[in-house]
């Protein structure tokens, strides 16, 4: 009895799938568990005591504040009544709660598909790092795979988040915190905030992922004890690009099971995806020190569980997804090669022209004290070989029109840093046509770019350069990355 209580709440059985019905979303769906009248009610009646509950752990702070300081209960009598009513609610919910478990065993004693989960996994060699690659279940009760114990390097502050540390006060601290995780984060990475209204999206994505493609589940732990939920995809044994992973950071209202895996997988490369802490399955919330440690540990299980080596992987970010490939490469520094698509260069510009000028000094600080998403100076700690792609039809990186996008400022950061005697006055202009749609068809100029002394041949080296490190694909920014061309194989050789 107590098993059927405290149970993992089962979603699918991946037993009856047919290899042919991937693309078929009837098929698929069929393969989620059916619960019960009486189990699926209880189901819906413990989500709302459990979200009563987080909630209203969260609200009485501001409850108690409303009562004894603009009520101005302050006596004996006044505190006791709030308790005592604190205390009713609380017994109330839990009452409800208790209720609604016992309901929900019954209704799992009665449902022959959950009694069969029960079995498999009372059975003697039952583990349940392996049976979710059979069935779809609360993954708070899967075991951590791995926990990361790599050492995290210590967090340097940008010039933007320098300048706001000189800015003293303890109460402005407190209400960046304030506004850093009451709305910022959500309107920064609002997949964590609607992730719950996509639940059965997630779960079709990731039964097409792990039930017809082979991909393989696995729970990451930080040494923080944030859980990551991932999955990958191991070809190395099925020749064409399998023998290259290749790392995939999402966007921030995408997760893995729906998003930007496809273009890796169809042309035949090794993959591994993986949900932003607080995204979908992994715990915590967004943040950058809390992206950078999830990379870290993903890199840590790709390098020493896996068994990896640097040099066979990619990484690939995709829009707010490229502080976390960017901070991963600058961490795996002989990775083959990063790409970075539909990506700013700090997240402050976005930011700022989002809010009304009057708040900017609140936008800076919270800014830089919870989100200093800085891709471009990550990016320039990387060596190797990088790929930016720009969408010419960028919707969400434009600030202040298409020939000025945030992509722009990337592309230019990036490539000044790299070649500062190419990129500077007629050179910085081949760049920007390139970058409005005009680019240079150029051959790789004969010598070494140290050899480049006149202005002809900083050109041809500039258009070189900009042809080889930058590609404009004429799409919006949430379009699909298109299949062919791979943009994978255009990584730059090294000069």
Not at 170 to 198: E, K, Q, S
Request: proline content about 6%.
């Amino acid at each position: 009895m107590w098993r059927l209580i405290s149970g993992p709440t089962l979603y699918a059985a991946m037993e009856g799938r047919v290899q042919n019905d991937e693309d078929n979303f009837a098929a698929i769906k069929k393969l989620q568990y059916v619960p019960s009248f009486l189990e699926s009610r209880s189901q819906r009646f413990l989500s709302i005591t459990r979200h009563a509950w987080h909630y209203g752990i969260k609200l009485t702070p501001f409850l108690l504040l409303y009562c004894f300081v603009w009520r101005g209960w302050t006596t004996h009598d006044d505190a006791m009544w709030v308790a005592h009513r604190l205390l009713y609610l609380a017994t109330g919910l839990g009452l409800i709660h208790v209720a609604a478990l016992l309901a929900r065993a019954l209704g799992r004693a009665r449902n022959p598909g959950y009694l069969a989960f029960m079995r498999d996994i009372a059975a003697p060699d039952a583990s349940l790092t392996k049976l979710i690659h059979k069935y779809d279940f609360e993954f708070s009760h899967v075991p951590v795979r791995f926990v990361s114990t790599r050492a995290l390097p210590a967090r340097t502050p940008s010039a933007v988040a320098a300048l706001g540390s000189r800015i003293q006060g303890a109460i402005a601290d407190a209400a960046c915190w304030a506004i850093a995780h009451g709305f910022a984060r959500h309107i920064i990475y609002p997949g964590a905030l609607v992730g719950g209204f996509m639940s059965d999206s997630l779960l079709v994505g990731r039964l097409q992922l792990v039930g017809y493609r082979g991909f393989q589940r696995a729970k990451i732990g930080t040494p923080s004890g944030l859980t990551i939920d991932t999955v990958y995809l191991d070809r190395r044994k099925q020749g064409r690009h399998g023998d290259t992973l290749v790392l995939v950071c999402q966007g921030n209202c995408s997760f893995y099971e729906v998003a930007m895996m496809d273009q890796p997988f169809v042309n035949g490369y090794s993959v591994l995806g993986w949900n932003h802490p607080g995204f979908g399955n992994s715990t915590g919330t967004c943040s950058d020190a809390t992206e950078t440690e999830a990379v870290s540990a993903l890199l840590d299980f790709v390098l020493n569980e896996l068994h990896w080596a640097e040099e066979n992987i990619i990484i690939y970010g995709w829009s707010i997804g490229g502080f976390g490939a960017a901070v991963a490469a600058s961490l795996c520094p002989r990775v083959r090669g990063l790409i970075l698509d539909a990506t700013f260069a700090d997240l402050l510009p976005l930011a700022t022209a989002a809010m009304p000028p009057v708040l900017e000094p609140i936008v800076r600080r919270v800014i830089a004290r919870h989100f200093d998403l800085d891709v471009l100076r990550h990016t320039c700690e990387y060596r190797g070989p990088v790929l930016l792609i720009k969408r010419a039809h960028d919707e969400i990186m434009a600030s202040g029109g298409r020939h000025r996008s945030c992509s722009d400022l990337l592309a230019e950061g990036v490539l000044v840093h790299r070649y500062p005697s190419i990129f500077s006055g007629a050179g910085m202009r081949v760049l920007r046509n390139h970058l409005v749609g005009t680019p240079p068809a150029a051959p790789r100029p004969a010598g070494r770019i140290e050899d480049a002394t006149s202005d002809a041949q900083r050109l041809q080296w500039a258009s070189y350069l900009a042809m080889i490190h930058v590609k404009v694909l004429d799409t919006g920014h949430n379009d699909p990355l298109p299949a062919i061309p791979d943009v994978f194989a255009q990584l730059p050789s090294p000069l």
